[in-house]
């Protein structure tokens, strides 16, 4: 997914090799110290020196020396000079002994090779320090190959070349500019400093520091890097690519934009050869077009059909209305069905999270295909101070809401009725399959289909005073604000309502009763907390009551009398 379109492009750096080329051009000057002679128009000779090689004058039009006016013999037009297979051009030149110089004036031209030539208006040597220093519109070229900038200084030394006022190189349809460059012979490395861009047709690259090794084939990003394309946009502040494997890593704040994702992680792995990557700690795919959200502190990543899959602390977030609705599971697998629809499966320890509803299960898979996301292997559902358990819970959605869901086999629902006593009362739905459905995400009507049983708590004005208890194949409740409102059931039916005062409460159960509050998420915080601390339900907290729907007692303060 990302690095795609930079993997072949990157490599483009190999052209800055011509670097080493100027090098070798220079180098040739490495050992020129001139004896003084008498002046000549022809083949004036240097004194030979058994530690250096001479130096050859080819031609020039005049050669002086004057020891009154000057230590340097003068060579004047067409100037050309042959060292160890390098040839220099110039409209005149210096040549010094005792300071061991040479300085080379108007169109200066340095040729090595049929391929490489280094073109400017000044060059200055420092047989001392084995400085070259070429000025004046510099231009190296090697083929299709081209650098320049006003300042090239070479360290014949240690092998170093650099130029400070800015330079730029290109080749074919690249185009890079930097402040500073340099190449270090000795590890065969290029670096790049300050205001680097690299152009090309198909993207841009920014970056504060580039460096190129030539034995790894591997570019080295240090600093905010940006790379910019048609497509997408890349951005770290650190990172590498091994132009030879086609391998790319980014670290450090790591982004990745295209036109429907972003990926963002600590780091980013991409494999353009096998089309795969990894993203490590942190990590966030935002699919805008689906407006959702994989996070995971690991994420593998198949380009092919964008196919991903997270594991540590992963978790899927999908805004459903105005709500977002988070699932968090051990590991969790996402891939685009097509160009518009999406699959994702998740297993171990899944948890589901929304404003208004909550769930848990051992697995669950989703597809915006069908609308559908199903919980399976001991599921829960929690609704305000409602709970629902089933073999298999479907969740059906419709334009990004909760359009019902249907609890199948063994469906149990239990609704809090009241938990200011020291026992608190449930109403009970029990049969083969329970359908809810929803408005506005929440709960309006609900159906028990198949032998149903219903214990439920009959009130006036809020308060219970008896406890209905049916048997009957079919029943369909209402509900407003989370609560039962109304109840009908099919003809034939067995059941009777007993006085509260006559209700043995703590035994008010039916069969297979499980109260699993403690296990509800309280926030989207706790969807990979294994079990939340909260195991009573008169210790839930004020607030927690308040969103869920649950009753609050209220505490009567106490009159102070104020002493005179």
Request: net charge positive.
């Amino acid at each position: 997914m990302f690095g795609n379109q930079q993997s072949d492009r990157l490599s483009k750096y190999w052209y800055i090799f011509f670097l080493f080329s100027c090098v070798l051009i220079i180098q040739a000057q490495k050992s020129i110290q001139v004896k003084p002679s008498k002046p000549s128009n022809k083949n004036l000779v240097t004194k030979a020196d058994t530690t250096i090689k001479t130096i050859k004058i080819v031609n020039a039009d005049v050669a002086r020396y004057d020891k009154n006016y000057s230590d340097a013999n003068s060579l004047i037009g067409n100037v050309k000079l042959e060292h160890d297979g390098a040839f220099l051009n110039c409209d005149t030149a210096l040549l010094f002994e005792k300071e061991n110089k040479l300085e080379a004036f108007g169109r200066v031209l340095i040729s090595k090779g049929d391929s490489i030539t280094v073109t400017g208006q000044k060059l200055y040597y420092d047989g001392k320090t084995k400085i070259a220093t070429l000025t004046g519109s510099v231009v190296c070229t090697e083929k299709d190959m081209v650098l320049t900038t006003n300042l090239l200084t070479f360290d014949v030394g240690n092998s170093i070349a650099n130029y400070y006022e800015g330079g730029t190189i290109v080749n074919k349809d690249n185009t890079l500019k930097s402040k500073n460059g340099h190449y270090y012979s000795q590890s065969k490395e290029l670096a790049f400093h300050y205001d680097v861009e690299l152009v090309n047709p198909d993207y841009t690259m920014n970056s504060d520091t580039l460096l190129y090794n030539t034995v790894s084939k591997t570019a080295y990003f240090l600093g905010p890097s940006i790379i910019t394309s048609k497509t997408d946009y890349i951005y770290c502040r650190n990172g590498w690519y091994d132009t030879e494997k086609d391998q790319a890593q980014f670290s450090k704040d790591a982004l990745l934009v295209t036109k429907d994702q972003k990926l963002k992680g600590d780091s980013l792995f991409y494999d353009r050869n096998k089309k795969f990557g990894k993203a490590f700690k942190n990590v966030m795919l935002v699919d805008t077009g689906q407006k959702s959200i994989l996070f995971g502190d690991y994420v593998e990543y198949q380009q092919k059909d964008s196919r991903a899959l997270v594991t540590k602390k992963a978790m899927f977030a999908k805004i459903v209305n105005v709500d977002t609705l988070f699932l968090a599971a051990d590991t969790i697998q996402h891939f685009n069905v097509d160009s518009v629809h999406n699959f994702l499966k998740a297993y171990h320890h899944v948890k589901m999270y929304k404003r208004d509803i909550q769930a848990q299960a051992d697995s669950a898979i989703g597809s915006t295909k069908d609308s559908l996301i199903q919980l399976f292997k001991s599921p829960v559902f929690w609704s305000h101070h409602s709970q629902a358990t089933a073999r298999t819970i479907k969740v059906f959605l419709r334009d990004s809401t909760i359009k019902s869901i249907r609890f199948e086999g063994n469906a149990f629902l239990i609704q809090l009725v009241d938990s200011l006593d020291s026992v608190p009362k449930f109403n009970q739905l029990l049969g083969k399959r329970i359908d809810a459905f929803f408005e506005n995400d929440t709960i309006r009507k609900a159906t028990i289909n198949g032998n149903a049983q219903i214990l439920y708590f009959v009130t006036n004005k809020n308060k219970p005073i008896g406890l209905n208890k049916t048997t009957c194949e079919n029943i369909n409740l209402w509900f407003r604000q989370g609560e039962i409102i109304r109840v009908t059931t099919s003809s034939s039916t067995d059941g009777d309502i007993l006085p509260l005062k006559e209700v043995d409460i703590t035994n008010a159960r039916l069969k297979g009763f499980s109260w699993l509050y403690k296990n509800r998420p309280r926030s989207r915080f706790e969807l990979h907390a294994k079990e939340t601390t909260n195991t009573n339900l008169l210790e839930v907290k004020p607030e927690i009551k308040k969103a869920e729907g649950i009753p609050i007692k209220k505490n009567k303060k106490k009159s102070i009398k104020k002493k005179k």
